[in-house]
């Protein structure tokens, strides 16, 4: 059956360091991902779309990157700052299946 | 330009009693998602429309819940009767349709929290 697992549930990390967050799948081939960022008690907010024929995506501090072969994206927010603390969704192809989230915090 | 507006924010019901959502898309997105989101996981997609047909409903638990998308504007989220497991946070998303990937982007609502007791 299809998984999604994404990092670790929490990710604690410094004001100024780079965030790397990992999605990674099994029994899919979709043709795009995407991430989401969401907020306690809010909907997710789309961030990036990276399709499958796409190596990486950049927009700002956030970095994406889709490995077909190793079924994976990685997620890269660089000189994080405690706005960017939230929960990031990654989210599969059309039929839009979503990954756990994984809780970031950035301490000041 | 207005978000995806959903109403009520909260409800608290008993277990098999009724409740119904409601969600307005962005105005002019052809596609609505209704989403259900347990703690600690991530949203799943429950029923899709596109204008007023439904293009996706098959993991909708068909004997308990019904959506109808109104005119191809409003939609509604119904559960009857309700369990104990539907506590979760029902989420409405809407897109500007198919066609290109941008059309695919989904925009949400802040959610209506559902609590059976």
């Known amino acids: 059956s299809q998984k999604i697992e994404q990092n670790s549930e929490a990710l604690n990390i410094q004001e100024g360091k780079t965030a790397t967050l990992t999605c990674n799948y099994t029994n899919y081939s979709p043709a795009y991902l995407q991430w989401y960022r969401q907020d306690p008690g809010r909907g997710p907010v789309f961030l990036l779309l990276?399709?499958?024929?796409?190596k990486e995506k950049r927009k700002e501090r956030l970095k994406v990157t889709f490995d077909t072969t190793l079924k994976q994206s990685l997620f890269h927010i660089t000189a994080s700052q405690p706005a960017d603390s939230a929960t990031y969704l990654c989210?599969?192809?059309?039929?839009?299946?979503f990954g756990a989230g994984t809780r970031l915090t950035v301490k000041p | 330009e207005a978000g995806v507006a959903q109403s009520p924010r909260y409800k608290i019901i008993e277990k098999r009693q009724s409740v119904a959502f409601w969600c307005n898309p962005i105005s002019g997105h052809a596609t609505l998602y209704w989403y259900q989101q347990i703690l600690g996981q991530g949203p799943k997609l429950l029923i899709q429309?596109?204008?007023?047909?439904?293009?996706?409903d098959s993991q909708l638990p068909k004997d308990r819940f019904s959506a109808e998308r109104l005119k191809g504007v409003d939609s509604t989220l119904k559960i009857q009767p309700a369990k104990l497991e539907d506590s979760a946070v029902y989420l409405c998303?809407?897109?500007?349709?198919?066609?290109?990937?941008?059309?695919?982007?989904?925009?949400f609502g802040a959610g209506t929290r559902l609590s059976v007791l």
């Open positions: 429309f596109q204008n007023n047909g439904v293009v996706d």
């Open positions: 990276i399709r499958e024929n796409e």
């Open positions: 998303a809407s897109s500007l349709g198919v066609g290109t990937l941008a059309k695919n982007i989904q925009y």
């Open positions: 989210a599969l192809g059309q039929d839009m299946r």
